[in-house]
């Protein structure tokens, strides 16, 4: 049973899962770091295994649910922090508020085949994956409990990934995270001092400073972000100003995977086989006023090569040993292959 409970002091709710104490961890099992399909409950012939698809791309007409021949499986979690058919009713304890875990926590498997990184996987296939986040994402903002989803990619055991089959995760809330919330009263404050978007005035500032881009196309923007927190945090962002990432559009979809295959490319060619989170930012849902003009839709890469330590805890400060201006001329200089 899992459930919210919001800090009197920070006013940031915590959700407590005690479920997910008992999900299964292949790092902390020699038998499963085997990597053939036995121990692997997304690879193709284990659909039985990880759970009932919510949606599938199929490979081929009339298959049959959880059996081979698909392109993107979106599964329920089997150890969710939230669950769906929760209500979302607020109680008081003395000084303290609590609520149910509603909410939903859903798997994107990612191909068929046992792969752990989505850079090694086809262009048609990232795409898919893209458009499995877009599927999904638009479905559940229409359930008005609903006010942010959260898409995001945990890249093995540091990151907080407990199954190296490339995959990734969504996370949708009956609340505002806090630090979306500060994100976008920042983005707030600064439209009012200058009434534009800030993310459209880092893009142009990127592009004048040049020195932080580490990749460019039509549609989209991948840089080293100016006050990154950690080492080769790396933005990217859609050129064109929109606040929901469900507005994505086809040409945008396809510019993205293959920017996104090939910064993914480029971080582990240039730091080796980093572990790392990524996160899609986007508007909160269902809510009351909308802010169109001042969020701008984006990924954030955070490579795992620094530790949150007391410091940082303590103060909300970071202390980054790399200049984004260094980070991003190393990942720039990496050579890929023609094909990428
Ligand atoms: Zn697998
Ligand atoms: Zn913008
Ligand atoms: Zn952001």
Redesign the pocket.
């Known amino acids: 049973m899992s459930e919210f409970r919001k800090d009197p002091v920070s006013r940031r709710w915590v959700i407590f899962s005690p479920e997910r104490s008992y999900r299964p961890n292949d790092f902390k099992n020699d038998e499963r770091k085997d990597k053939s399909n036995e121990y692997c409950p997304f690879c193709s012939g284990n659909e039985k295994k990880s759970g009932n698809e919510i949606l599938v791309y199929s490979k081929i007409p009339n298959r049959e649910p959880n059996t081979p021949g698909w392109w993107i499986r979106v599964l329920e979690n089997k150890y969710p922090a939230l669950r769906s058919e929760k209500s979302l009713e607020k109680k008081g304890i003395g000084i303290y508020d609590k609520m149910d875990g509603l909410g939903r926590h859903e798997i994107f498997v990612e191909c068929e085949e046992h792969v752990r990184c989505i850079s090694d996987l086809s262009l048609v296939q990232i795409e898919k994956v893209i458009l499995a986040y877009r599927d999904r994402y638009v479905e559940i903002a229409s359930d008005k409990n609903i006010k942010h989803i959260l898409i995001f990619k945990n890249y093995g055991e540091d990151a907080g990934a407990s199954l190296e089959h490339s995959h990734s995760q969504l996370i949708a809330t009956p609340v505002v995270p806090k630090r979306v919330e500060t994100e976008i009263e920042g983005a707030k404050t600064y439209y009012n001092f200058r009434d534009?978007?800030?993310?459209?005035?880092i893009?142009d500032q990127e592009l004048i400073d040049k020195e932080r881009i580490i990749e460019e196309n039509e549609e989209f923007l991948a840089f080293n972000f100016f006050a990154g927190k950690v080492p080769y945090e790396t933005w990217i962002m859609p050129k064109q100003?929109?606040?929901y990432f469900s507005t994505i559009s086809k040409s945008q979809i396809k510019d993205l995977a293959r920017i996104l295959k090939r910064v993914i490319k480029r971080i582990k060619i240039c730091l080796g086989d980093v572990d790392y989170n990524m996160v899609l930012h986007t508007s909160p849902v269902n809510t009351n006023n909308r802010i169109d003009?001042i969020?701008?839709w984006h990924l954030e890469i955070m490579p795992k090569l620094t530790k949150i330590a007391g410091f940082e805890w303590g103060t909300g400060y970071y202390i980054n040993p790399v200049f984004p201006e260094d980070a991003g001329k190393a990942l720039r200089d990496v050579i890929l292959d023609e094909d990428d």
């Open positions: 534009r978007c800030v993310y459209c005035d893009l100003h929109n606040a003009d969020f701008h």
